[in-house]
């Protein structure tokens, strides 16, 4: 993943994929589950109280946006696609869906006490305008967690890194790389914040675009779950966590 110079995101593109996905409503891809996996891991790393005002952006069709209202938190999604927030609005009646640009947030300066980036880093080829306006748009002490394949994982490389002889381009976006975490760290960290990194495994799929990978999916979920238990293994993990607090 390049960062060293301004790269621009594809916007149509991601538009036109994440419509066509609203329209089946198959873009939830974990299991119940693993959702609330990672609903978790935020409110960990995140530290804050329910009554918190929190920020999904790529909420998508607001899975996570609910689950973030459930544990009692302020919540508004935020995504790129009319068709999957149309989805959102339609499921999650109670909850505020915005249309909107991550790297052109449509909230105020020091507005948000969080914010969860909800697998969208890695769909932008340079984050560094999207850090600086979550940096922006966070209070003093507000914090952001966002999660993202990670690069080093063996399946996530064999299966989505664009170098792998075994690269699919089945249900990803012609934007989307796995990321490293040092990098994101670092960019995050220019932006401001005081940022952390952790990893995440075991967090099962229900679906994947490609009918061929859909059929190993109980292999990989069994795997994945065994596999990067330990330590030793942790930073190998399919998913990292980069977090961090606005001083």
Not at 9 to 20: G, L, R, T, Y
Not at 45 to 58: F, K, M, N
Not at 137 to 165: H, I, T
Request: aromatic share 12%; glycine share 8%.
């Amino acid at each position: 993943m390049g960062i060293h110079r301004l790269k621009i995101q594809d916007k149509s593109k991601e538009i036109e994929f994440f419509n066509q996905h609203a329209v089946k409503d198959d873009y939830n891809v974990f299991t119940s589950a693993a959702n609330r996996k990672l609903i978790d891991s935020f409110v960990r790393l995140s530290g804050l109280a329910p009554g918190s005002r929190i920020a999904d952006l790529g909420c998508g069709s607001g899975v996570f946006t609910e689950l973030l209202y459930e544990r009692g938190y302020q919540a508004v999604g935020l995504d790129i696609s009319p068709k999957l927030l149309e989805l959102a609005r339609y499921k999650y009646t109670k909850i505020e869906f915005l249309q909107g640009d991550v790297e052109e947030l449509p909230f105020e300066s020091g507005s948000l006490d969080g914010i969860l980036l909800s697998g969208i880093v890695h769909h932008l080829p340079d984050p560094r305008r999207c850090a600086g306006e979550v940096f922006r748009v966070v209070k003093p002490r507000g914090c952001f967690v966002a999660f993202d394949p990670n690069r080093r994982n063996p399946f996530v490389w064999l299966y989505r890194d664009r170098s792998s002889p075994f690269y699919s381009s089945v249900g990803v976006t012609p934007n989307e790389r796995p990321i490293i975490a040092e990098q994101i760290s670092k960019v995050f960290s220019e932006a401001g914040f005081v940022t952390g990194t952790d990893y995440l495994a075991g967090l099962a799929y229900r679906y994947v675009a490609s009918p061929l990978a859909r059929l190993a999916l109980p292999i990989y979920n069994f795997v994945d779950d065994i596999l990067f238990r330990t330590s030793l293994m942790k930073r190998f993990s399919p998913f990292v966590l980069t977090f961090g607090f606005k001083p």
